[in-house]
């Protein structure tokens, strides 16, 4: 057993970090989401953001976009040229993908600094395009409603967690001390 340990050493260590970290950030993360129910940003001041942001965007593209809080359920209604479209929950708002980009990063740490700045701007960049994401979604489903499920259930989400595979990859062959532990 003692050999199996020593020999998958960097593998145990990479899935208990890994759960550590993501155990971690969700808790801190659900207790945000419990304490964020008295705010005066509803559902929460994430959701909310990522809600009125996307409005903001598709206002841009010369569309009139609104947001309301949903009366029936904590999300926000997204209303484009006052057509009822979507709501923006809670888990669009892109906080637990970027809880699970994280975990994933520091299980496969660098160094610290690149570590940080990497967490940071991929965070950056999985908020962006899940704005984006948000954005092309409602203006798809103004034009072709009748494409809501797979545009909702297979495109987008594939968008979003391809490219966060993407930049898991690119950590793990350009940063990651485990590749050069093991070269």
């Known amino acids: 057993m003692k050999t199996l340990i020593i020999k998958y050493k960097s593998v145990i260590k990479f899935i208990l970090t890994f759960l550590l970290v993501y155990i971690s950030l969700s808790v801190a993360y659900k207790f945000y989401l419990d304490f964020s129910k008295d705010s005066k940003f ?3 001041y994430v959701t909310n953001l990522v809600a009125r942001q996307s409005a903001d965007l598709i206002d841009v593209l010369g569309y009139h976009a609104q947001v309301l809080p949903h009366p029936d359920e904590p999300s ?27 975990s994933f990063i520091i299980a496969f740490s660098g160094k610290p600094k690149t570590t ?11 908020y962006v395009v899940n704005l984006m994401r948000i954005v092309i979604l409602s203006i798809g ?10 545009l909702h259930t297979v495109i987008f989400p594939g968008i979003i967690y391809g ?4 930049l898991w990859i690119i950590w793990v062959n350009r940063f990651s001390n485990m590749i050069k532990k093991n070269e």
């Open 42 to 44: 509803y559902p929460d």
């Open 76 to 102: 926000m209604k997204l209303i484009i040229n006052d057509k009822y479209l979507a709501r923006v929950i809670e888990g669009c708002n892109s906080v637990s993908i970027i809880i699970l980009f994280v």
């Open 116 to 126: 940080f700045l990497y967490i940071l701007s991929g965070s950056v960049l999985i």
């Open 141 to 150: 489903l103004y034009h072709y409603p009748w494409r809501r499920e797979i």
């Open 163 to 166: 490219m966060v595979f993407l």
